[in-house]
């Protein structure tokens, strides 16, 4: 089971993306879809019956796409690598990524590979697309540091790995002295794992008008209460915030989902009224309370 999945906020967009998504990515599927019920409805201004959620899945790496109640733009602090061995499937990415959207960083030859783009499509979410032969094929999501963030990286993957299990630092790539932009020592490139999955960060001292935004946020599927309550203080901690539903926006303005995995599966296959007390249970919580939403469930 992936245990940290990438949430995407869309204003009503999110049934048009994913069908857009997984037509263009060669190994995709469409999942299940949740749908507002009258409670969930009620507070986010939707229509009951409506899509709120729909789970998808691209070159084996998972996502869910929501559409939310507030108009949260996406960003290139946030960004997903897809990594092949084909050049001509880099080519056909971009071309079909790129209508509508925009170019950040042209398709060409760089030092780190022979091709290379970063782009939004036009739903503004933010891809690069690397042509890397001797790479594992797949989809790994991407943090950028900075403006008031620069310089940040390196605390806040200490923070990400030491709060989560099956977590470890790997290859750290840093700016040397002779860089008239940034500063020495700070992260150009750097790869982690967080439960065993891989994460990118890098920060640039450049003039970026960008930040991290809700628009991504990263949901942690928890098994029980001490996983919660271990997760939700590491994330908060140090001027973290949490907020409804078991969200938070950490220090450095990346935001998480602290969730119990069970409760999702139920949303999804629960009969109406079941789903119905579960949000309703959820409305009223901050950090979630397994046992109150289990006992809701029942």
């Not at 939310?68 to 997903?80: C, D, M």
């Not at 020495?184 to 890098?202: H, I, P, Q, R």
């Not at 973290?240 to 539903?245: L, T």
Request: hydrophobic share 35%.
């Amino acid at each position: 089971m992936q245990r940290i999945i990438p949430n995407l906020w869309f204003d009503d967009e999110a049934e048009e993306a994913t069908e857009f998504y997984t037509q263009t990515f060669a190994n995709a599927s469409i999942g299940r879809s949740m749908r507002y019920n009258e409670a969930s409805a009620q507070t986010a201004g939707r229509e009951p019956g409506s899509v709120m959620s729909r789970e998808f899945v691209l070159e084996g790496f998972a996502f869910y796409a929501l559409n939310g109640s507030f108009g949260f733009e996406f960003s290139p602090a946030n960004s997903f690598i897809f990594k092949c061995d084909d050049r001509d499937e880099i080519g056909r990415l971009w071309k079909k990524l790129t209508e509508g959207g925009s170019e950040l960083m042209p398709l060409d030859s760089y030092d780190f590979s022979d091709c290379y783009g970063w782009c939004e499509d036009r739903f503004g979410l933010s891809w690069q697309l690397m042509h890397s032969p001797e790479a594992d094929r797949g989809i790994v999501p991407c943090l950028m540091f900075v403006g008031d963030r620069y310089g940040s990286a390196e605390d806040a993957i200490d923070l990400y790995t030491s709060t989560l299990p099956d977590s470890s630092v790997g290859f750290i790539d840093r700016h040397g002295p002779d860089d008239d932009l940034h500063r020495e020592g700070t992260v150009s490139f750097a790869e982690f794992t967080l439960y065993d999955e891989c994460f990118v960060a890098m920060e640039s001292a450049g003039e970026h008008d960008f930040d991290f935004t809700q628009a991504v946020s990263y949901i942690v599927q928890c098994n029980d209460q001490a996983e919660i309550d271990s997760y939700w203080e590491g994330l908060t901690s140090e001027g973290g915030e949490g907020q409804r539903f078991g969200w938070i926006t950490d220090r450095f303005g990346v935001s998480w989902q602290v969730v119990p995995h069970r409760i999702r599966t139920l949303l999804h296959t629960a009969d109406d009224d079941t789903v119905q007390r579960i949000t309703e249970a959820l409305l009223n919580m901050k950090k979630i309370d397994f046992d109150e939403l289990k006992a809701a469930a029942e």
